[in-house]
T-cell receptor, first 118, second 117 residues
Framework: EAGVTQFPSHSVIEKGQTVTLRCDPI?????LYWYRRVMGKEIKFLLH????????ESGMPNNRFLAERTGGTYSTLKVQPAELEDSGVYFC????????????????FGQGTRLTVV | AQKITQTQPGMFVQEKEAVTLDCTYD???????LFWYKQPSSGEMIFLIY??????QNATEGRYSLNFQKARKSANLVISASQLGDSAMYFC??????????????FGQGTRLTINP
């Protein structure tokens, strides 16, 4: 079974440009999360989708960030326009949604996209 | 507010020794979950072990165990018989609430573990 896939793995863009990151969750996982780690700091939550709906976007830093999950499958995170402080590693994670029984404890993470804004 | 603290930025351990990675947490929610993830140089985050706040026993997964001290709000990871492949960044994380599907995690800053041959 394929894991969470993110691409590109690396992206270097100039300040003011637009970048779109993509995440393909594990098939059948309704929950999709975006996290970010800025250099030297802890990994921080950005937002959470349940299928195509945004469940929690309290971690989105500002309106330059736009996340979508059309059709409840893959998700994109667009940064427009990018600023220097947006540099970091962007992680995507997914987990299944269970309505009965024991819930799955862990979320499965992708390898991350390293974004560098110069 | 939720907070995770990992006080060891880096640790160096001899192969085959046991190692304890420290993690303390702060939350006012009685229901929470604690996680440890490993991030090797390849970048992916690998789930290691989970402890629920109501679990009576410490979690164990192979060579990994979680020393859960609820009153002290600590959740240290213990790796027994360390191997060279254990060299990686290790993150402690907490999820508040036990609502199914809610996986908003708060992470610590991580500990870089290096195993020496």
């Amino acid at each position: 079974e394929a894991g969470v896939t993110q691409f590109p793995s690396h992206s270097v863009i100039e300040k003011g440009q637009t970048v779109t990151l993509r995440c393909d969750p594990i098939s059948g996982h309704d929950n999709l999360y975006w996290y970010r780690r800025v250099m030297g700091k802890e990994i921080k939550f950005l937002l959470h989708f349940v299928k195509e709906s945004k469940q929690d976007e309290s971690g989105m830093p500002n309106n330059r960030f736009l996340a979508e999950r059309t059709g409840g499958t893959y998700s994109t995170l667009k940064v427009q326009p990018a600023e220097l402080e947006d540099s970091g590693v962007y992680f995507c994670a997914s987990s299944p949604y269970r309505t009965t029984g024991a819930f799955l404890a862990e979320a499965f993470f992708g390898q991350g996209t390293r974004l560098t804004v110069v | 507010a939720q907070k995770i603290t990992q006080t060891q930025p880096g640790m160096f351990v001899q192969e085959k020794e046991a190692v304890t990675l420290d993690c303390t947490y702060d939350t006012s929610d009685p229901s929470y979950g604690l996680f440890w993830y490993k991030q090797p140089s390849s970048g992916e985050m690998i789930f290691l072990i989970y402890q629920g706040s109501y679990d009576q026993q410490n979690a164990t997964e192979g060579r990994y165990s979680l020393n859960f001290q609820k009153a002290r709000k600590s959740a240290n990871l213990v790796i027994s018989a360390s191997q060279l492949g254990d060299s990686a960044m290790y993150f402690c994380a907490m999820r508040e609430g036990l609502i199914q599907g809610a996986q908003k995690l708060v992470f610590g800053q991580g500990t870089r573990l290096t195993i020496n041959p």
